[in-house]
């Protein structure tokens, strides 16, 4: 690891620093740099941590870092943004952390914003609102899961003693909707794991769950942009197994600090893990990738992170819990013919619906022709006058 620029302009009593791994982003990092050093708030560190790229990224990070003190360029062999992260946490000066990737868009304010409501209410962590970014078309969609509006406690700042069993559910495990405290993450010591995809979420789990006051701003400040070249989540299935080892991570560092022993906690660390796990399975797009996962879950690797059959009113999804169980009783060969029968059960429901609604369909224009037909014939338009007729005589009187 090495740094491009040695010396540190920044003024003292930095307010944010913000965390950015680069690798080969060229294609969008002019867009998010633009983000970034044009915040509102602006006594702030920008640490781009170049991981090994060999394209134009380091080149664009110099022309930005000639132009802007306040961005640090650190350069690390090809390895993963959790390491990326835990190299630029080691340098940052600023009170707050921010996690930002190197592709999405970021409001103006939003660092501001997310400051003022950390220092308004005292909190170790702040969560923010965020929506999707497409790319193909430019379009911009609303996601609920970033800030789940329904499981926030009346009271806030809070924390896991305070939202119950809903501590790990209100967001996704996400960094980068995300403000900590530094001073919090380093008095508990929490860093990102060094796996290849998912080593965000024992970051994140770690310090929703230890921290004393968390609050929210409920307004849109991150833009994750989404169908772009060159993104690790497009090819889950090379690493199938970085989603459990993230979750077990997190369960058996949970244990040590005898935090699982809380009700609550264990059944919102459950409702988490089989989230994660059963999406996860979905996102695979090769075959033995999916039976790997499938079947460490089923034989032991559910068990493992706290999953068992504790009834349906135990998990928030139903149709979550239903695939737990159906995994469990079936191997993976009747479970992917399970599945095709569903999906085919499902076809003939949606044809069945269909032409449903095309008879409904023909149904009307029939009832419309023959209601226009009625109103074409002479004596409906001779009832018609009368009835006008009739009602201006009873309005004069």
Same mark, same amino acid.
């Given at each position: 690891m090495g740094l491009i620029r040695e010396e540190r302009t920044m003024e003292e009593n930095i307010q944010v620093s913000v965390i950015m791994p680069v690798h080969n982003g060229e294609k969008y990092l002019r867009d998010t740099l633009e983000c970034v050093v044009n915040q509102s708030l602006k006594n702030i560190e920008i640490i781009c941590v170049n991981d090994g790229s060999d394209d134009a990224s380091i080149q664009i /990070? +110099? +022309? #930005? *870092? *000639?132009k802007d003190s306040r961005i640090l360029i650190v350069n690390q062999e090809k390895s993963n943004a959790g390491v990326a992260r835990n190299h630029g946490l080691k340098q940052a000066k600023g009170k707050y952390l921010v996690f930002w990737d190197s592709d999405d868009l970021f409001e103006t304010n939003a660092l501001e914003v997310m400051f003022n409501q950390c220092e308004q209410d005292g909190a170790d962590l702040c969560v923010c609102n965020a929506n999707q970014y497409y790319t193909d078309t430019g379009a911009y969609l609303e996601r609920p899961y970033y800030l789940k509006e329904k499981y926030l406690p009346e009271q806030i700042p809070f924390s896991r003693k305070i939202i119950g069993p809903y501590i790990l559910n209100f967001t996704t495990s996400v960094p980068w909707n995300k403000m900590v405290k530094a001073e919090f993450i380093k008095e508990k010591a929490i860093c990102f794991q060094d796996i290849e995809r998912a080593n965000d979420q024992y970051f994140s789990i770690l310090s929703i769950t230890l921290a004393e006051r968390i609050t929210v701003v409920r307004d849109i400040l991150v833009h994750y942009r989404v169908r772009q070249d060159g993104n690790l989540t497009k090819d889950f299935s090379s690493t199938p197994m970085c989603a459990f080892y993230a979750l077990k991570a997190s369960y058996d560092k949970l244990m040590e600090l005898g935090v699982l022993q809380e009700e609550d906690l264990r059944r919102s660390f459950a409702n988490k893990a089989l989230n994660s796990l059963i999406y996860s399975l979905n996102i695979q797009n090769d075959v033995t990738a999916y039976k790997q996962l499938y079947e460490y879950l089923t034989q032991g690797g559910f068990e493992n992170v706290g999953i068992c059959d504790c009834g349906k009113d135990y #998990?928030?999804? /139903?149709? +979550? #819990?239903e695939n737990y169980k159906k995994m469990m009783a079936h191997t993976y060969a009747e479970y992917l013919l399970l599945k095709n029968k569903e999906y085919r059960d499902s076809i003939? +429901?949606? =044809?069945?619906? =269909?032409k449903e609604l095309v008879q409904e369909n023909k149904e009307l224009k029939k009832d419309r022709k023959e209601l226009n037909s009625i109103k074409s014939r002479k004596w409906y338009k001779i009832i018609t006058k009368m009835l006008d007729i009739l009602d201006r005589i009873k309005g004069k009187k």
């Open positions: /990070l +110099e +022309e #930005y *870092s *000639s #998990y928030f999804s /139903l149709a +979550e #819990y003939v +429901e949606k =044809n069945q619906k =269909n």
